[in-house]
Nanobody, 121 residues
Framework: QVQLVESGGGLVQAGGSLRLSCAAHGRIARINAMNWYRQAPGKQRELVAGITSSGSANYLDSVEGRFTISRDNAKDAGYLQMNSLKPEDSAVYYC???????????????WGQGTLVTVSS
């Protein structure tokens, strides 16, 4: 069984910064991609940023230049550095990992429980 544990959410003023962390636990053989999604009240969940095992990253247009996704393969962890936060960034942020697990190298699409980010104006 695999578990993703997120941390780092909270309340911040507009223009401030937060760093979200995601730690993967379990019999993990390899994490292929790590992604951060968010869902605001009344809106659909959207992909904010993603990073491949080789470090190639992509971003939602509205966060490009403000957010930075990274990962530590040795620790099975991922991060989302969020700078210049805006009220419209307020949402529950979810970590997602596409991975393979031991012993059979099974494909797993794992999700964290979500962490709330609130940006006040």
């Amino acid at each position: 069984q695999v578990q993703l544990v997120e941390s780092g959410g909270g309340l911040v003023q507009a223009g401030g910064s937060l760093r979200l962390s995601c730690a993967a636990h379990g019999r993990i053989a390899r994490i292929n991609a790590m992604n951060w999604y968010r869902q605001a009240p009344g809106k659909q969940r959207e992909l904010v940023a993603g990073i491949t095992s080789s470090g190639s990253a992509n971003y939602l247009d509205s966060v490009e230049g403000r957010f930075t996704i990274s990962r530590d393969n040795a620790k099975d962890a991922g991060y989302l550095q969020m700078n210049s936060l805006k009220p419209e960034d307020s949402a529950v942020y979810y970590c997602n990992a596409l991975m393979q697990t031991f012993p059979a190298w099974s494909d797993v699409d794992a999700w964290g429980q979500g962490t709330l980010v609130t940006v006040s104006s």
